[in-house]
């Protein structure tokens, strides 16, 4: 198994962390893994995004030209990143500020509207939550356990209230791709 992921969308939209949740939990589960963050005036309301790669073998660069998917959380990212992914690959878009098709038939598009979602469980910043939970439903790639456990390793302290908000966001993502 080999994922080669691009996780694209506007600086605050949380696209960094989707990316590290997904190699921490890679790594929890055995797998070689890389990220490799984008910044520059992403940092400032652009398009930032990072790439992440997913494999049961070593991986030789972090860096790919065909992702296999792509969590597109706005629609710049949609433009840039939609003709790259592999014949047969994923494009997962955040369909509450995204309105645009994926005008591709050879990959498969599935819309999770992300913020909706996020405002319905209480925090608007737990939309990429709720993308992640979609990507791990819908490509089996990992373990819903896996990430459910680094949600509570990620939230201690002061900061272990976040974890029933996480949790839900992450749940109702999983729901939209089931």
């Not at 893994?33 to 070593?58: F, I």
């Not at 792509?70 to 990212?77: D, E, Y």
């Not at 992300?114 to 993308?131: D, F, H, R, S, T």
Request: aromatic content about 6%.
């Amino acid at each position: 198994m080999k994922k080669e992921i691009i996780i694209s969308g506007f600086g605050g939209q949380g696209v960094m962390s989707i990316g590290k949740n997904l190699v921490e939990a890679g790594m929890a589960e055995g797998f070689q893994v890389t990220w490799a963050p984008s910044y520059g005036p992403e940092m400032r309301g652009g398009t930032a995004n990072c790439s992440v790669v997913l494999s049961d073998k070593p991986v030789g660069s972090p860096v790919f030209s065909f992702p296999t998917e792509l969590i597109a959380m706005n629609g710049p990212s949609i433009d840039k990143f939609a003709p790259t992914v592999l014949s047969g690959g994923l494009v997962l878009v955040n369909s509450s500020v995204v309105s645009k098709k994926v005008e591709r038939s050879d990959v498969k598009a599935l819309y999770v509207p992300c913020e909706g979602i996020a405002y319905e469980v209480g925090n608007p910043k737990v939309a990429n939550m709720v993308m992640l939970g979609a990507y791990v439903a819908a490509t089996g790639a990992l373990k819903p356990e896996t990430i459910e456990q680094m949600i509570h390793e990620m939230f201690t302290g002061a900061k272990a209230k976040l974890v029933p908000l996480n949790l839900e966001a992450l749940k109702r993502g999983m729901a939209c791709a089931q």
